[in-house]
T-cell receptor, first 111, second 113 residues
Framework: QKEVEQNSGPLSVPEGAIASLNCTYS??????FFWYRQYSGKSPELIMS????GDKEDGRFTAQLNKASQYVSLLIRDSQPSDSATYLC???????????FGSGTKLNVKP | EADIYQTPRYLVIGTGKKITLECSQT?????MYWYQQDPGMELHLIHY???????EKGDLSSESTVSRIRTEHFPLTLESARPSHTSQYLC????????????FGPGTRLTVT
């Protein structure tokens, strides 16, 4: 079982819609959670971090964390074609070398 | 946000050559990391460092080595490159604190022929 699981997609949404990306993790000791955006051929870019249960909003992005169910989600409101990328979920177990990335969900936003 | 630099950005080299991938950051972060990522695949941690003179191997077995003589510099060396080393190598650093928000450099795409 992988530490972090994501649906590889692609997830296709029309421009202006809400894109919902999900991630599950296996270790209940996980302490911090991150969403990265990675354009093709580029390096990951941190877009959201969340540490406690509930929602965290930043502009068009909302991260949601449910530790009891061991999932993290990312909502992108008013999706734009420029949001088309692969979104990586990452989990930190709190130990230095226990930082795991999922394989990512590819998002396509169609004009 | 960290300013992290990696050189070279692209490298094509023959089998058996020794190569060093450079990574530098200007934010004074103590923690630094090297990841390997194949196209469409997840990132795998290959090396990390707590600070000067500290280096550890990550979860993915790697034939590379690293050094940390200065806080801002974390080079990765392959003594004898092989085609199996063809991949993208990503360097990252993180701010002090328990949550380890990591910021990535632009990456080095290595091709070994």
């Amino acid at each position: 079982q992988k530490e972090v699981e994501q649906n590889s997609g692609p997830l296709s949404v029309p421009e202006g819609a809400i894109a919902s990306l999900n991630c599950t993790y296996s270790d209940r000791g996980s302490q911090s959670f991150f969403w990265y955006r990675q354009y093709s051929g580029k390096s990951p870019e941190l877009i959201m971090s969340i540490y406690s249960n509930g929602d965290k909003e930043d502009g068009r992005f909302t991260a949601q964390l449910n530790k009891a169910s061991q999932y993290v989600s990312l909502l992108i409101r008013d999706s734009q074609p420029s949001d088309s990328a692969t979104y990586l979920c990452a989990v930190n177990l709190g130990n230095f070398n226990k930082f795991y990335f999922g394989s990512g969900t590819k998002l396509n936003v169609k004009p | 946000e960290a300013d992290i630099y990696q050189t070279p950005r692209y490298l094509v080299i023959g089998t058996g050559k020794k190569i060093t991938l450079e990574c530098s950051q200007t934010m004074g972060h103590d923690k630094m990391y090297w990841y390997q990522q194949d196209p469409g695949m997840e990132l795998h941690l290959i090396h990390y460092s707590y600070g000067v003179n500290s280096t550890e191997k990550g979860d993915l077995s790697s034939e590379s080595t690293v050094s940390r003589i200065r806080t801002e510099h974390f080079p990765l060396t392959l003594e004898s490159a092989r085609p199996s080393h063809t991949s993208q190598y990503l360097c990252a650093s993180s701010e002090p604190g328990e949550y380890d928000e990591q910021y990535f450099g632009p990456g080095t795409r290595l091709t070994v022929t």
